[in-house]
C-alpha cells in the first residue's frame, strides 16, 4: 500500500493507494496517531484507489478512529469503490464512520458537525 498525506485548510487528507491489509507499514498507523497527538482534529480518508480491505486494515481504522473520538476529533471516508464499500458494510463500519461518496461530500460533511469552520472549506480543495 502507498499513502501520502495532503494538507488542505484546516485538515489533514489521507490518500490511500492499493491494499489496506497485512502489507501496511507500521508506520503508517504511528504516523496517524501522531498527527493526534500533534493537534490534528480532521482526518478524512480518500478511498478512491483502495483496493482491498482486510481485517488488519480495519482494525488500523478503528484504533485510529477511537484515538482520534476520544480527542473530540473526526475522522470521515470518501471515494470507496463498491468492493471495499461492502467490506465496510458487512463489518457494520457504515454504522460507525462517516463515509461519503465524494471529496466535497466529505468536506461538508465535516462543515455540518461544526468541527470544520465554513470558511475552512474556502482553503480546502475539494477535488
Known amino acids: 500500500m502507498n499513502y501520502s498525506y495532503q494538507q488542505r485548510g484546516a485538515l489533514r487528507e489521507v490518500v ?18 501522531g498527527f493526534i ?18 481485517s488488519s486494515g480495519i482494525r488500523i481504522l478503528l484504533h485510529v478512529f477511537k484515538t482520534m473520538t476520544a480527542v473530540n476529533g473526526r475522522i470521515v471516508f470518501h471515494s470507496l469503490n463498491p468492493r ?9 463500519l457504515t454504522q460507525v464512520f462517516r463515509i461519503y ?21 474556502l482553503n480546502a480543495d475539494p477535488a
Not at 25 to 30: G, K, Q
Not at 84 to 92: D, P, Q, S
Request: hydrophobic residues 40%; charged residues 20%; aromatic residues 8%.
Open 16 to 33: 490511500l493507494q492499493g491494499q489496506l491489509d497485512t502489507s501496511v507499514p507500521r508506520s503508517f498507523e504511528s504516523e496517524l496517531l
Open 37 to 54: 497527538a500533534s493537534g490534528e482534529r480532521q482526518l478524512v480518508f480518500d478511498f478512491a484507489q483502495v483496493d482491498y480491505l482486510t
Open 84 to 92: 471495499v464499500k461492502h467490506v465496510f458494510e458487512i463489518a457494520g
Open 101 to 121: 461518496d465524494t471529496p466535497g461530500e466529505a468536506l461538508q460533511g465535516l462543515a455540518l458537525t461544526g468541527m470544520l469552520p465554513p470558511q475552512a472549506l
